[in-house]
């Protein structure tokens, strides 16, 4: 099964307990503090992007595309990002165990197509709202582990290495600074690097203003996607079915 290249890419993107597991790592517990306090991040339920991202032209990797984009993340594990341009307006949802894909044509609803998403790209979806929503705590919970890799320099700063291990083939490596517990730089099992730039702080949170993917096209070479966020919003309520997989008669 196959996602159009800034689908991809969306999905590469972006614990609820109070008290500390006395097996937490430090640098976990520092990391949580730098993006904000235990009450705050514990209180977040869903998390409502809006965006764009910038992509290579599918037909001239030397010109740009321009995508308005809408992520919906809702605990426990429901997702909906909408990516539309003025070729297509493309909807993702996951609801729970549940996930699919819809293609339409922006000018004519009546114009549209739409898949169901198979076993191995819902775990990814789960584990991408999971990494969202969770702030680095508690994925053992979830039936996963996190290991301490030790120290690594990452863009020039000292750094720990934490694998937040969903399972053998998705497994998300975060640098944490040493120092302050920032986040300097996240690598996935693919070797695609994410990086985050700029701050949006919302309800005492802090929250990337943009995100960088860097990874290497079929023909090896490297190419970097960048999602921006114009607004962020906590705590909304949203219904199931925004998520919901879609009637297939409907529009």
């Not at 539309?84 to 339409?104: C, F, M, N, P």
């Not at 640098?175 to 302050?180: A, G, R, V």
């Not at 990874?215 to 949203?238: A, M, R, V, W, Y």
């Amino acid at each position: 099964m196959t996602f159009p290249r800034h689908r991809t890419f969306l999905l590469v993107l972006f614990a609820c307990s109070s008290v500390l597991s006395r097996a937490e790592l430090p640098i976990i517990a520092k990391a949580r503090a730098f993006v904000g306090p235990d009450e705050a991040l514990n209180s977040v339920k869903s998390i409502h992007y809006v965006g764009s991202l910038i992509t290579p032209d599918p037909q001239d990797a030397k010109k740009m595309t321009y995508v308005t984009v809408e992520i919906i993340l809702q605990a426990p594990y429901r997702q909906r990002i909408t990516a539309s341009s003025d070729k297509s307006v493309e909807i993702t949802g996951l609801d729970e165990y549940d996930a699919w894909h819809r293609v339409q044509d922006p000018k004519d609803s009546s114009k549209w197509r739409m898949q169901l998403i198979g076993k191995p790209q819902i775990k990814r979806l789960r584990a991408n709202t999971w990494e969202n929503l969770a702030f680095y705590r508690g994925l053992e919970r979830e039936g996963g582990k996190v290991i301490d890799q030790g120290n690594a320099p990452a863009d020039g700063v000292r750094c720990r290495k934490i694998a937040y291990v969903h399972s053998d083939d998705i497994v998300f490596y975060r640098y944490f600074d040493e120092l302050t517990g920032r986040l300097v730089l996240t690598e996935n099992e693919a070797g695609v690097s994410i990086r985050e730039q700029g701050e949006i702080r919302v309800n005492g949170i802090r929250f990337p203003k943009a995100i960088n993917t860097t990874s290497k096209d079929p023909k090896g070479h490297e190419q970097t996607l960048t999602l921006t966020f114009d607004k962020i919003t906590l705590n909304e309520s949203f219904p199931a079915s925004a998520f919901a997989i879609p009637p297939i008669s409907g529009r």
